[in-house]
C-alpha cells in the first residue's frame, strides 16, 4: 500500500513538474524524438552482429552464429589493430584537446581589448565549420609527392622530396595537428563561459593581496575549470571508440599503406560495409565499439565519484 501511495505521489510530482516547465519540455522535444528514433528505435539491429546476415531472409531470418564475427575479428587481429589506434588517436584528442582548449579560454579571458578578443575568437572557431573535405583537399595539396607545398620548398631548398603519403609514422602527428586545429576553438567557448561565470570580486581580493596574474589564474581559475573539465573527460570517454571518421577518411582514404597506424574502426566499419558488404562483421564492431564505451564510462564515473562525488556523472 506504501509502495503504490510513493508511486502515486511520484507521477503527481512528475506531471506538475512537466506542467511547470511545459515550454522547456517542448523545446527539448525534438532532441528527444531523435533519441528515440535513431538510438533506441534501431537498437534490435545490434542482433545483426550474431547472424550470418543475408539481405534476402532479413535480420531474423538469418542463420545465427552466435559470437563468430566476434571470434573472426579477435583471429585476424584486425580488431586489436583498429582498437588500439582508435583509442590511442581518441585518448590524444581528449587529452591535448581540452588542455590547448584551456590554455586558449585563458588567454582570451585575460585580454582586455574587446574587439580583438571578439576577432581572435572568431578566427579560432572559424576551423570548426569547415568540412573535412575541404580539410582533405587541403592536406593533399600540402603533402602530396609531386606538387605539394611541402615538398615545392623542400625541392626549392635542394633537399630530396619526401614521401609523406607512404610513411604511416608521420601521418599520426598530421592526424592529431588537423584534429586539434578543428576543435580548438568549440570546446574553448564551454570553458570561456566557465571563467565568465567566476565571481570577479575572487580576483579582485586577490589581486589586492598582492598576488599576481599568474598566481591568480594557477589558484583560482584553474581549480575552478576542473569540474568542468572533469565533465567533459566523462562525457568524451563515452566516445572514446567513435573515431572521427570524416576527418582520418577524407586525410588517409583508401590508403592501405597508411593503416597499420591510421586505420581506426569507423574507417574499417566503412570499408566492411561498402568494399566487401558484410554488414555482420560492421555490425559485430560497432557492437562492441558501443559496449566497450558503456563499460568505460560506467568504470570511470564510478572511480571519480569516490575521488571527487560532485564531479560524477550519476
Known sequence: MQILTKAKLHSGNVLREFWKNKILFFMLSPVIVYFVLFHYLVMPGAYVAFVDFNISKGIFGSHFIGLDNFQFLIKNGDLWNITKNTLLYNFVFLALGNVVQIVFAIMLAEISGKWFKKISQSVLLLPYFISMVIVGVFAYNMFNYDSGFMNTILASLGMERYEFYSDPGIWKYIIVAFKIWSTTGYGMIVYLATIAGINHDLYEAAYMDGSSKWQRIRYMTLPMLKPTF????????????????????NLIGTNSVLYPQTDIIDTYVFRSLVGQFNFSMGAAVGFYQSLFGLVLVVTVNLIVRKIEPDSALF
Open 230 to 249: 572533469i565533465l567533459l573527460l566523462l562525457f568524451g570517454l563515452g566516445g572514446i571508440l567513435k573515431g572521427s571518421f570524416d576527418l582520418f577518411y
